[in-house]
């Protein structure tokens, strides 16, 4: 299960306020919703996979967005943070990720199924996810190459 901290403005999942996300034990999934709009996501990561959905496009909405942050960094290869498009939807997450290292990463105009943290992801890495009621538009940062992908 995870633990939910509160800083401040931060409160729970599906609440009013933002989110942090510490997950401490176990894989966990989290289901988004259209009332999770506008909320900004403090991801903090352990040993296991956090695996976070989507809702729907037509059930976001235009106008619905995220933002995901990194606080800390998933210690090993198995420790993966996933941001998925709701089984519902066909793959409808576009975008670019910029590298401060490198030239990036985007979707290339192809729409994608996820966004994948993994374990190079550094402290402030993040994604800000826009929905227009049919696709989701990503734009992220990252510090190291591949540590924020597309899949």
């Not at 959905?53 to 090993?76: K, Q």
Request: some cysteine.
């Amino acid at each position: 299960m995870p633990l939910l901290k509160k800083l401040g403005r931060v409160s729970q999942l599906n609440g009013t306020a933002d989110i942090l996300i510490n997950e401490d034990s176990d894989p966990v999934n989290y289901y988004l919703q259209r009332g999770d709009s506008g909320k900004v996501l403090f991801i903090e990561q352990d040993d296991d996979q956090i695996e976070i959905y989507l809702p729907t496009a037509s059930d976001a909405g235009a106008g619905w967005h995220m933002n995901f942050i990194i606080t800390a960094v998933p210690p090993s290869s198995a420790a993966m943070i996933q941001i998925h498009k709701n089984t519902n939807d066909s793959n409808n997450i576009h975008g670019v990720i910029n590298v401060w290292d490198d030239d990036g990463n985007a979707s290339d105009g192809t729409a994608k199924d996820d966004i994948s943290f993994d374990n190079t992801t550094k402290i402030g890495d993040r994604v800000e996810i826009f929905c227009d009621g049919t696709k989701f538009y990503c734009y992220g940062d990252a510090a190291t190459v591949g540590a924020v992908e597309f899949g």
